[in-house]
Nanobody, 124 residues
Framework: QVQLVESGGGLVQAGGSLRLSCAASGRTFSSYYMAWFRQAPGKEREFVARISRSSGMTYYAESVKGRFTISRDNAKNTVYLQMNGLKPEDTAVYYC?????????????????WGQGTQVTVSS
């Protein structure tokens, strides 16, 4: 199993940047596929980005492609989400997720482990 803790959220102006971090416990972090999801009040949790165990394969939601970058540092047991060109519609709680054997990588139900979330608010 793996325990996940997100950090780095906050309040930024439209067009600004933030980098989220997800720190993982355990010695098997490199074995997990990792992903970021987000959820706004009254809305379903939606996929943002994922990265493979090798860190070489990534996938992004169309809404964030070209603006967000997911990466991982297995030596530090940490996955990151660099967010540039933030928009008000990016406002949400952002969650880190992990799974050993994903099915549909863009579906939250495919992931077994979740962090507590970190709030990102983008003002206009």
């Amino acid at each position: 199993q793996v325990q996940l803790v997100e950090s780095g959220g906050g309040l930024v102006q439209a067009g600004g940047s933030l980098r989220l971090s997800c720190a993982a416990s355990g010695r098997t972090f490199s074995s997990y596929y990792m992903a970021w999801f987000r959820q706004a009040p009254g809305k379903e949790r939606e996929f943002v980005a994922r990265i493979s165990r090798s860190s070489g394969m990534t996938y992004y939601a169309e809404s964030v492609k070209g603006r967000f970058t997911i990466s991982r540092d297995n030596a530090k047991n940490t996955v990151y989400l660099q967010m540039n060109g933030l928009k008000p519609e990016d406002t949400a709680v952002y969650y880190c997720a992990a799974v050993l054997s994903p099915g549909n990588w863009d579906q939250w139900r495919a992931y077994d482990f979740w962090g507590q979330g970190t709030q990102v608010t983008v003002s206009s």
